[in-house]
């Protein structure tokens, strides 16, 4: 009951943080999930749904690797043909076939209002 309470409260304070945070993107993405492991040369489609219906284009997708508070940035743009409309909810992404393999990549969606959303973090092998 205990845990109950307090889940449901960190649930409500995680939902209104959320809702007011100026700097996301304006999608949550859904696709690659936790620990997804995805191969270098394939392609893969990234999916993401839509949390602010105000939201337009995503400029850009970064790929990052390391850890949570210290994120390197291992490619600026996958996105081939520049921004993609958020309406598209997917995104096929070609992984290149030099990556370094790892299990602490993570994708970063840069929104034309200039906030970011991550995915959680994925393995690339
Ligand atoms: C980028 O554009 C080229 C040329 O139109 C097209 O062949 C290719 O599939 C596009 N790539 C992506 C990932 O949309
Ligand atoms: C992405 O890949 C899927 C599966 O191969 C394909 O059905 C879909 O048409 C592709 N989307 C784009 C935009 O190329
Ligand atoms: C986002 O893109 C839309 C459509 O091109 C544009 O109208 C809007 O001004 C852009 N927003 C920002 C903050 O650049």
């Given amino acids: 009951m205990k845990f109950t309470l307090v889940s449901l409260l960190a649930l409500c304070i995680s939902t209104v943080t959320f809702a007011q945070n100026p700097t996301d993107a304006g999608v ?3 696709s690659p999930p936790l620990a997804a492991v995805v191969s270098r040369g394939s392609e893969y489609t990234i999916r993401w ?4 219906q105000t939201a337009t284009f995503i400029d850009a997708i970064n790929l990052m690797k390391g850890v949570a508070t210290a994120l390197d940035i291992i490619i600026p743009n996958i996105l081939a043909n520049g921004s ?4 598209d909810l997917s995104y ?3 992984i290149p ?15 034309n209002n200039s906030g970011t959303s991550y995915t959680p ?5």
């Fill in 97 to 111: 076939a030099e990556l370094t393999p790892g299990a602490d990549y993570a994708l970063r969606f840069v929104g």
């Fill in 49 to 52: 749904a839509v949390t602010d």
């Fill in 121 to 125: 973090f994925f393995s690339i092998q």
């Fill in 28 to 30: 949550a993405s859904t």
């Fill in 84 to 87: 993609v409309p958020v309406s």
């Fill in 92 to 94: 096929n992404w070609t």
